[in-house]
């Protein structure tokens, strides 16, 4: 098609002008050029001109295949058999449906995209009020005992403390009167008091009380009696600790006993005189004291 352009383009106005005949009408000659000019144009441009764009061009074989129309009991037919299908056929896997056709299937909902709006972070507000305090929680177990500490430093001189309490318990007494046994047990009762600190020796029922727990000495001191025996037990609450005994004798003798007890507080030591399985009897005269009974603290049960 270029070429056309190009041999038209070269022709000469002048030549065109000289074939012309008598009172400028063209001749026979330009009249033939005219004519090959156009005939060259239509074999280059027909082609062109005659060639049809892709999508009209399938748009019409499409219209030149399509069939003609059915009735509408045919088309009712046809749509049911096409989303109805017979048993034992399995629908077509991938079908194209208009929204305006009946029994168009429904489709599934595209879930409207949600925003994570904890990603979408903002400037840093005001700090709030503080909360009320919540319940106190069950208590846990017992941990493991940490290690040791390091040593401290050493603290400084404390004030000066109290003066030393001692405690004191002490007593002696005596008896300037024969006992003789009986049918029964007997307490002996002294009558005369040497020494009683704090008065915790009972006089009237021949018991000593402990008011200051700690370790104690006792020691008895009595006289037998010619022809009888001599048979004694000092007691701790109601229990025989020793004993202090003289065999029948034509002379009488001095005897004694001694021990240390420790003592808690509200304790009871006293002498008791056998009862009389046997003849059983100690000695004394109102002139004399031959029978005494004594003890005092040792120890308190504080001290280290």
């Not at 041999?7 to 009408?25: C, F, H, Q, T």
């Not at 000066?160 to 003789?180: I, Q, T």
Request: aromatic share 10%; glycine share 10%.
């Amino acid at each position: 098609m270029r070429r056309v352009f190009l041999v038209i383009l070269r022709l000469n106005p002048k030549e065109l002008k000289s074939n012309a005949g008598p009172g400028g009408k063209m001749g026979s000659r330009g009249l033939g050029l005219v004519l090959a000019c156009c005939l060259l144009l239509t074999f280059a441009c027909g082609p062109v001109l005659g060639r049809v764009p892709p999508g009209q061009q399938e748009q019409q074989e499409q219209e030149g295949t399509r069939e003609p129309p059915l009735d509408p009991a045919e088309r009712t037919e046809e749509k049911h058999e096409k989303y109805n299908p017979k048993q034992g056929e399995e629908p077509t896997a991938s079908r194209c449906f208009r929204c305006c056709d009946p029994g168009t299937p429904v489709y599934q909902a595209i879930p409207v995209p949600q925003i994570n709006i904890t990603i979408l972070k903002g400037e840093k507000g005001d700090r709030g009020d503080r909360g009320l305090q919540g319940k106190y929680g069950k208590p846990g177990s017992v941990g493991a005992r940490g290690h040791v500490g390091p040593k401290g430093q050493k603290g400084s001189m404390g004030a000066p403390g109290d003066r030393c309490k001692n405690h004191y318990a002490a007593f002696s007494v005596g008896r300037k009167k024969p006992l003789h046994s009986n049918d029964y047990y007997q307490t002996v009762i002294f009558d005369t008091e040497f020494v009683n600190l704090y008065s915790h020796f009972n006089m009237f029922t021949g018991k000593f009380y402990c008011y200051v727990p700690g370790i104690y000495f006792f020691s008895l001191n009595v006289h037998t009696w010619n022809q009888k025996e001599t048979y004694l037990h000092i007691m701790k609450n109601g229990e025989e600790v020793v004993i202090l005994y003289a065999q029948v004798s034509d002379r009488s003798i001095m005897q004694s006993q001694s021990l240390m007890l420790e003592l808690q507080e509200q304790d009871e030591v006293w002498v008791r005189l056998f009862k009389g399985e046997r003849e059983n009897a100690i000695f004394s005269d109102e002139f004399d004291t031959y029978i005494t009974f004594s003890g005092y603290l040792v120890k308190h049960a504080a001290e280290p």
